[in-house]
């Protein structure tokens, strides 16, 4: 449940560069958001939108050299009700919260277990490092953890490695590792991209049941508007490394605010496409035309503007302003509210 007004995490004007030879790499450019307590924020953009580097900022993974945050506050009550700024902590504070009151799914659970370590040793560390406990009860916290996660004889698979289970085993196992603290808030970074539909959806379902039982909070981040759908309550579009659209996840998905999420919405398939008339066309998915621009190279204006067909010679002259178009649904468009009157003249049609 939401806690309204309670906020768990506040980002603010948030920047994180990667310095290259090439050039300077404004992978997150000025963006703000915040999480409740309880609340799941989904945040949604195709890939090189910023989404990743904006969570490991958040976690202070982003690598230095060649990434560094150089503008912005992140703003963390923990546990104990104390308010941080996690980019003025040292590393060894940042080490205290990370993994206990902050947790995060990472997208690849192969990539981010140890394959010569049981799975079982892996979130027992974790309790060992942040609750001080010693290595049997570290482990029967992990069997506890991998029962709670729903993974069968759990037993027996605390003391198996990694290649012994499958992917959505796998993922159950990052999952647990995540919650083995009890954390506050969950970044889960696209955790259900590898699995197939069936998995996904018994991920998802796990999730939800483990939100309402602990309360946490959920940073969830992903290029899926259908989990959007079933997962969020409020959701944030991203762009260029910008947040383009903010505002409840119903208001977004009927009315949107911003071509690019339009545009996002428009490439679902739904079931109407697959009802086929005989003798008539089939319906074609709809593609936002272009690439997602070279972050090297962004266009002065809207990052948006060279894909957008509403797109007018001012949308390139400055960066828009992220505003309230009403009721806390923000969005970076000069050209918002005509946009809105050409989609309901759509939808009327």
Not at 314 to 320: E, F, H, L, M
Request: glycine share 8%; proline share 8%.
């Amino acid at each position: 449940m939401t806690h309204q007004g309670e906020v768990i995490l506040a980002v603010n004007n948030l920047k994180t560069y990667f310095y290259t030879d090439d050039g300077v790499v404004k992978s997150v450019d000025g963006v703000t958001f915040h999480i409740n307590k309880g609340e799941t924020l989904a945040v949604v953009g195709e890939s090189g939108s910023g989404k990743s580097v904006t969570s490991l900022s958040v976690m202070r993974l982003i690598p230095m050299p060649p990434g560094k945050i150089v503008e912005g506050e992140i703003l963390f009550t923990g546990s104990d009700n104390v308010q941080r700024d996690i980019t003025k902590l040292t590393e060894a504070d940042m080490r205290k919260i990370r993994g206990n009151d902050i947790a995060m799914i990472f997208q690849e659970p192969m990539t981010s277990l140890n394959p010569v370590y049981t799975v079982g040793d892996q979130i027992a560390e974790a309790v060992m490092l942040h609750q001080g406990k010693n290595k049997k009860d570290a482990l029967e916290v992990a069997t506890n953890m991998l029962r709670f996660v729903g993974i069968p004889a759990p037993e027996k698979r605390v003391h198996e490695f990694p290649h012994q289970m499958s992917g959505g085993m796998r993922q159950r196992v990052m999952i647990a590792m995540a919650l083995s603290c009890n954390p506050a808030l969950l970044i889960a970074d696209e955790p259900t991209t590898a699995l197939d539909v069936t998995i996904q959806a018994q991920i998802l379902d796990l999730m939800r049941k483990l939100q309402t039982d602990i309360g946490m909070s959920i940073l969830f981040i992903t290029h899926n508007l259908g989990v959007v759908a079933e997962m969020a309550d409020r959701v944030v579009v991203m762009y260029g490394g910008r947040v383009v659209e903010e505002g409840d996840v119903v208001p977004i998905f009927k009315a949107p605010r911003h071509p690019y999420t339009m545009g996002l919405l428009n490439s679902i398939p739904r079931p109407s496409d697959y009802e086929h008339v005989p003798g008539q066309p089939k319906p074609r998915l709809e593609a936002i035309p272009g690439n997602v621009p070279n972050p090297l190279s962004l266009p002065p204006g809207c990052a948006f503007e060279p894909r957008c067909k509403f797109a007018i010679p001012q949308c390139n002259d400055a960066v828009p302003p992220l505003e309230d178009t009403g009721h806390g649904h923000m969005s970076r468009c000069i050209r918002w509210q005509e946009f809105t009157k050409v989609q309901e003249e759509e939808v009327r049609a």
